[in-house]
């Protein structure tokens, strides 16, 4: 039986790729969101025995996960989400030549091409290269995709994307849909340097314990061979 994500020991080649964009006060973000900005407040160029910065920023910066307190009035935040769903087993779909939002067809066919094994998290790929400037024309990610994809087991969905939802929703209907269905948010992850295919995610939310959203660290660790090519489709169900 081959090893489990998990059981493996760390050191079987494995590579970690950071998917998680910088952030600094160049770092778009939502247009009337704050931006980052930062200040030393101790410092040890002057005459401090250590160096500190305060830092303002909207939380929706960089990669980062929504907390269902982004868009209910009695949704949790991001500080007491199960971590669970920033763990584990993804499947990253390239969706760049796809119109408008991310929906299921690409995802379908990608499973299918793969060998057919689909785990419980989804990291879509809209942009063909990371946009450096704040870019209103992102896809979200259909209602229609979170409720096929929770049906079948799933417990997160990343995008590139600023958002799950086009700039100008009022509704917010791809954010419901997965708070709906229990599904977690990343969102603003930089896909650029990642193939199709099966990965380990790792993208913890910070505990803050009244907000609607945290930036993440956000990697995936390449997975054994064996793990990450279609011979082992349909074993797990993660
Ligand atoms: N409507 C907004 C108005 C101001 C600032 C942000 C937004 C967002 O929608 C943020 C986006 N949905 C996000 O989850 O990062
Ligand atoms: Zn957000
Ligand atoms: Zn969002």
Redesign the pocket.
């Known amino acids: 039986m081959v090893p489990r994500i998990g059981r493996h020991t760390g050191d079987s080649g494995a590579r970690l790729i950071d998917i998680s964009p910088p952030i600094s006060e160049s770092t778009p973000v ?1 247009p ?2 704050t931006a980052f900005n930062r200040a030393v407040t101790s410092d040890l160029g002057g005459s401090d025995a250590v160096t500190i910065n305060r830092i303002t920023t ?1 939380p ?1 910066i960089g990669a ?1 996960a ?1 907390a269902p307190a ?1 868009t209910r009035i009695d949704g949790a935040p991001i500080g007491s989400v199960p971590l669970g769903p920033y763990l584990g087993e993804a499947l990253v779909v390239d969706m760049t030549g796809v119109d408008g939002a991310a929906c299921i067809k690409p995802v379908e066919e990608t499973v299918e091409r793969l060998g057919g094994h689909l785990p419980q998290r989804l990291i879509l790929r809209t942009y063909p290269k990371y946009p450096s400037e704040w870019e209103n024309d992102f896809a979200g990610v259909s209602p229609d995709l979170t409720h096929w994809f929770a049906d079948r087991g799933g417990v997160l969905i990343g995008i590139d994307g ?4 086009p700039m100008d929703s009022k509704t ?1 209907d791809g ?1 419901h849909a997965a708070s709906d269905r229990g599904v977690a948010i990343l ?1 603003g992850l930089c896909l650029d340097d990642v193939d199709e295919g099966y990965y380990e995610l790792i993208a913890l939310p910070l505990k803050f314990l009244d907000l609607d ?1 945290s930036p993440v660290r956000a990697v995936l660790r390449t997975l054994p061979s064996s793990l990450s090519t279609p011979t082992h489709a349909g074993e797990e169900s993660s």
């Open positions: 939502w009337g969101d909207t929706h980062h929504d982004h600023a958002s799950f939802d917010m954010h969102e959203a």
